[in-house]
C-alpha cells in the first residue's frame, strides 16, 4: 500500500513540475513554485490515505532503516529531478544547503 501512495504522489509531483517548466519557457522556477509541486500532493495524499502519515512519522521518527530504504528506492528519480530544478533556479546555493532544506521540509511534514 505504501509504495502505491508513493507511486501516486511522485507521479502527481512530477506532472505538476513538467507543467511548471513549460510554463516557465526555459526559465528558472521560482523557489515557491517548486516547493510548491513537491509538497501539494503529498497533502493532497494525506486526505486521501490515513495510514501514509503514520508510515512516513515511523520512518522518519523511529529511524526504521529498511522502511527508510523502502522509500528511499521509490523517490530517488524524483529526488534528483526536484534537486536539479533547485539548483537551477538557485545556483549560488551549496548542494549542502539545498540537502538541508530539503530534509527540513520532509521533516516538518512527517512529524
Known sequence: MAGRSIDRINKQRM???DLA???ANGTAL???EIVR???IPAINDLFEDDEMPCILS???NDQNTLLQEFIAERVRDVAQRFVAVIQK???HVSLEIIFSS???IISS???
Do not use: Y
Open 58 to 60: 515511523q520512518a522518519h
Open 89 to 91: 533556479s538557485l545556483p
Open 102 to 104: 530539503i530534509f527540513f
Open 37 to 39: 509541486c513537491f509538497l
Open 30 to 32: 521560482k523557489i515557491e
Open 109 to 111: 511534514v512527517a512529524v
Open 15 to 17: 506532472a505538476m513540475l
Open 21 to 23: 517548466e513549460q510554463n
